[in-house]
């Protein structure tokens, strides 16, 4: 049973540039997070798909925007990148809106470098 | 607004000793407190939770402890193993929110 899966592993972008990062959520999940992990940080939501809607929105600005599939695969859209977006980026997958208190499954993430 | 705070950056202990991690959050409407376990280059994997209706959650070698006067919990784990060594993440929740607010996490390392 596989879990989330997230491509592409690691990411380098120029200043500016846009960037596109993709998961699969585990079998039999719906609902897709993204959260950003900067270094020596926890993670930080970002945004949380379900129904192919997004439900929820964490303080990130408009130029990160997502989307989610009907086959509930899920992609995170950065544009415009700076610096300080380069981060280790997570995406999580759960049952349902709510969720529960330990449904999540998360997956490896994808490292972003913008130089 | 730091609402779930980790304040020691990383903690050492000697094997078979317990180890105790510690978190504080500020938002009394929480329901839930998890912690996750994060080596590198993988993603946090879950590893127990409590209710804020419970003061105690014990799993294995894993207990968490919930203090809500204090606004603090606890993650206790006993005996420590070399393979525990990764990094620990404080987590709340509130019941429908679905997002989950962490700790900036403490780097536990189990010496033989």
């Keep these: ?115 | 607004d730091q609402q779930v705070k980790q304040n020691s950056p990383s903690l050492s202990v000697q094997e078979g000793r317990i180890s105790i991690l510690n978190c504080d959050y500020t938002n009394s409407m929480f329901d839930y407190f998890l912690w996750y376990k994060k080596y590198p280059a993988e993603g946090p994997t879950f590893l127990i939770s409590i209710s804020s209706i419970k003061d105690k959650n014990e799993d294995g070698r894993f207990t968490v402890f919930l203090n809500k006067s204090a606004k603090h919990l606890s993650l206790h784990i006993v005996p420590s193993q070399p393979g525990d060594s990764a990094v620990y993440f404080c987590a709340a929740l509130r019941s429908g929110g679905g997002k989950l607010i962490f700790g900036q996490g403490t780097e536990l390392s189990v010496k033989p």
Aim: glycine share 12%; charged share 15%; with cysteine.
């Design chain 1, 1 to 115: 049973d596989a879990g989330v899966t997230q491509s592409p592993t690691h990411l380098i972008k120029t200043r500016g540039q846009q960037v596109t990062l993709r998961c699969s959520p585990k079998s039999g999940h719906d609902t897709v997070s993204w959260y950003q992990q900067a270094l020596g940080q926890g993670p930080q939501f970002i945004f949380q798909y379900y129904e192919e809607e997004e439900r929820q929105r964490g303080n990130f600005p408009d130029r990160f925007s997502g989307h989610q599939f009907p086959n509930y695969s899920s992609e995170l859209n950065v544009n415009a990148l700076l610096l300080g977006d380069s981060a280790l980026y997570l995406c999580a997958s759960s049952l349902g809106f709510a969720g529960t208190n330990y449904g999540y499954t998360f997956g490896s993430g994808t490292r972003l470098t913008v130089v």
